[in-house]
Nanobody, 116 residues
Framework: QVQLVESGGGLVQPGGSLRLSCAAS????????MGWYRQAPGKQRELVAT???????NYADSGKGRFTISRDNAKNTLYLQMNSLKPEDTAVYYC??????????WGKGTLVTVSS
């Protein structure tokens, strides 16, 4: 069983920045892919960005050029640096991990609110 704990959410003004973190623990199997998803009120959960164990990244169009995903394998920690935030980025952001066995794990989420 993998536990994922997100942190770093909060209230930020438009144009501001936030850095989300996700600490992973408890995995007996190698975590292959990690990522961030988000869910805005009344909308479906959507991909933000993913990163594999080799450091290859994938971004949704909404975050390209503004968001940067990274991971520290030694610390089993995932990050999402978000710059130039917009009100439409307001959502609960979820950490995601996929093990080498193909099992998927989710954190409980952290709320990001972009508002003046």
């Amino acid at each position: 069983q993998v536990q994922l704990v997100e942190s770093g959410g909060g209230l930020v003004q438009p144009g501001g920045s936030l850095r989300l973190s996700c600490a992973a623990s408890g995995s007996r199997w190698r975590i292959v892919t990690m990522g961030w998803y988000r869910q805005a009120p009344g909308k479906q959960r959507e991909l933000v960005a993913t990163i594999d164990s080799g450091g290859n990244t994938n971004y949704a169009d909404s975050g390209k050029g503004r968001f940067t995903i990274s991971r520290d394998n030694a610390k089993n920690t995932l990050y999402l640096q978000m710059n130039s935030l917009k009100p439409e980025d307001t959502a609960v952001y979820y950490c995601y991990a996929r093990s080498s066995l193909g099992l998927n794990y989710w954190g409980k989420g952290t709320l990001v609110t972009v508002s003046s």
